[in-house]
């Protein structure tokens, strides 16, 4: 029975070893962190777990069935910054919220004279 723990011991060092020299990005279903809680809280199972489907494999490795990655290409990305959808300054920008509060507060105005049964010229007939 010492060679089966022995073997666990080491399954799970390995499985660790592996886990912890992989890139992110080579790692599926779940964070890197949380693969290795799992192989250290569960030795054998979580061990068996990372080589089954926790591990990116590469093209070298076994052949599994699944999705592949889209990858970006390298030299195509666009790092231009894209033109500002608005491109009227500051200040008229803040000339239009002026005249949109001042819309509002007229038209409230309005509402509040027709309600008090004013008429909205203002005429005393």
């Excluded at 799992?38 to 068996?48: A, F, N, T, Y």
């Excluded at 990858?71 to 300054?89: H, I, K, Q, S, Y």
């Amino acid at each position: 029975m010492p060679f089966l723990s022995f073997l666990v011991i080491a399954l799970m060092i390995g499985a660790l070893i592996d886990l912890i020299t992989r890139d992110q990005s080579q790692v599926k279903h779940l964070p890197k962190m949380a693969w290795i809680v799992i192989v250290i809280l569960l030795p054998l199972i979580g061990s068996i777990l990372w080589f089954a489907i926790g591990r990116e494999y590469g093209e070298a490795g076994i052949p599994m069935p699944r999705m592949r990655r889209a990858e970006r290409p390298v030299g195509m990305v666009d790092t231009r910054p894209t033109p500002p959808a608005d491109v009227r300054t500051t200040e008229q920008q803040i000339a239009d919220l002026d005249r949109e509060i001042e819309e509002w507060r007229l038209r409230e105005e309005l509402e509040r004279r027709r309600r008090d049964g004013e008429s909205p010229a203002g005429s005393t007939a």
